[in-house]
């Protein structure tokens, strides 16, 4: 299989059967965002411990099949992490759209890596990119966001 089918096919997978979608147990932080130009909305929720790890994560969110996958994988991917992990992997990501380049994160493993890898193909789209990224901000705001 081709890499470029390969990435198409794990998109579609997280956008028909998203991960950690709804509200994650005893969330403390949250924070959404709208992307006017496709529709896109995304709810993030992270239940966030006193050791800064990331013992929840999900996401309630509408829109392109990008905008899904993407919020779907950020949450397979960094639940379970500590903050400053999930602050390196969402700026490799953003960079990675940027400088259109390719995750090689020596600390996650292949899968992950071919998983988030999957969503460089809206790099030849400028027009999707803020479909892909959104999620990954509004992670980064819902992480100073604290929800009392
Ligand atoms: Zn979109």
Redesign the pocket.
């Known amino acids: 299989m081709e890499l470029k089918e390969l990435y198409q096919e794990i998109i579609l997978d997280h956008a028909k059967n998203p991960r950690n979608k709804g509200k994650c147990e005893n969330y403390n932080h949250d924070a959404k965002a709208h992307?006017p130009?496709?529709?896109?909305k995304v709810h993030i929720y992270i239940n966030l411990d006193n050791n800064k790890n990331i013992k929840g994560l999900s996401f309630e969110g509408e829109?392109?099949?990008?905008?899904l996958a993407s919020a779907s994988i950020l949450t397979d991917i960094l639940k379970g992490k500590d903050l400053s992990f999930t602050k390196k992997i969402i700026e490799d990501f953003l960079n990675m759209l940027k400088t259109k380049s390719k995750i090689t994160l020596n600390s996650l493993s292949e899968d992950q890596v071919t998983t988030i890898n999957s969503l460089s193909g809206v790099q030849e789209f400028p027009m999707?990119i803020?479909?892909a990224t959104?999620a990954w901000h509004t992670l980064l705001s819902a992480i100073e966001n604290k929800n009392t």
């Open positions: 992307n130009l496709c529709g896109d829109g392109c099949a990008i905008s999707r803020k479909c959104m």
